[in-house]
């Protein structure tokens, strides 16, 4: 199927192709990971800086692990979206799922990072685009998904592009909550984007133990909430919504493989830094010892 395929939308095929490239148990793996190493090292660097202890390892690793799954966020929704009259909605929610672990992997560093990104403009900046990126692309996504909801056509094989263009059998009766639920996840997701950029560009920065603690907390539960999504439909770990033609999306290759490898990246660079912390201490204490061996001798002299 080309990326820019014409969407099919006359009537429903039985089964639809797995997809592992957007649902596969390493892809899926990978963003659930990278979001609860990222939260708990965003509480560690919390807890320490309350206690008043040097985290500069762990804020390193921090800030590797959220911009790859920033980066990953955006690019796997614009996947989507490239795709979407091919793509069922059962792959095209999963994308949406993902992106909510993106953001809240992102918005949990930030709260722990703020002071690091003030710092430098152009990071601050940066990050500020790169979030309102992921945001929209998620309130894209988020708006094919209500629609899907609320014509019913959630579990069918149609591609996610067909909302716009058959008429549907409506949402069922148990379907209030998923809608009402999407909405909150939208308007949530911006109004976290608002308080964010206030938080990232305010001079006075008032409450900011409190918001801190429940703001990670907050980040906390909407991941583990998407995870949780994530593991009960998806093939690779629970029951899909609709029947697939294999069982693709269980099986592993380089794609898979090399989703899981980009989580060790940060931890390599952590080594390097760690490493040259060391030896930087090294040096240092041979230089104090070289001073105070010449000041010694020269006042015994």
Request: glycine share 8%; hydrophobic share 50%.
């Amino acid at each position: 199927m080309g990326v820019f395929e014409e969407a099919k939308c006359a009537e429903a095929p039985a089964t639809t192709p797995s997809d592992a490239g957007v649902a596969g148990t390493g892809i899926l793996l990978s963003f659930m990971i990278t979001a609860f190493l990222a939260t708990i090292l965003s509480l560690s660097v919390i807890a320490s800086e309350f206690r008043g202890k040097s985290t500069n390892i762990r804020r390193k690793l921090l800030d590797g692990y959220s911009d790859s799954q920033l980066v990953q966020g955006i690019g796997i929704q614009s996947v989507g979206l490239a795709k979407m009259n091919t793509m069922v909605p059962y792959h095209f929610f999963l994308i949406w799922m993902l992106s909510l672990l993106s953001m809240a992997t992102h918005n949990a560093t930030l709260l722990a990072l703020v002071h690091d990104y003030r710092r430098d403009w152009v990071v601050r900046w940066l990050r500020q685009f790169l979030m309102f990126v992921n945001l929209a692309l998620s309130c894209v996504c988020g708006i094919f998904i209500l629609q899907a909801v609320a014509k019913g056509l959630d579990d069918q094989t149609l591609p996610i592009a067909c909302v716009w263009e058959v008429g549907g059998n409506g949402a069922p009766s148990n379907a209030g909550l998923s809608y009402v639920g999407t909405i909150v996840v939208i308007v949530g997701n911006c109004a976290v984007f608002a308080l964010a950029t206030w938080y990232l560009h305010s001079a006075r920065q008032r409450f900011f133990k409190i918001i801190q603690g429940v703001g990670i907390f907050l980040m906390a539960a909407i991941a583990i909430g998407a995870a949780v999504r994530i593991i009960l439909l998806s093939q690779a770990f629970g029951n899909p919504s609709v029947e697939l033609d294999d069982q693709g999306e269980k099986e592993w290759s380089f794609g898979q493989l090399l989703s899981m490898l980009l989580l060790v990246l940060p931890l390599v660079s952590v080594v390097e830094i760690y490493r040259g912390e060391m030896t930087l201490t090294s040096t240092v204490k041979e230089q104090r010892g070289r001073v105070l061996d010449n000041e010694m001798q020269t006042f015994l002299k």
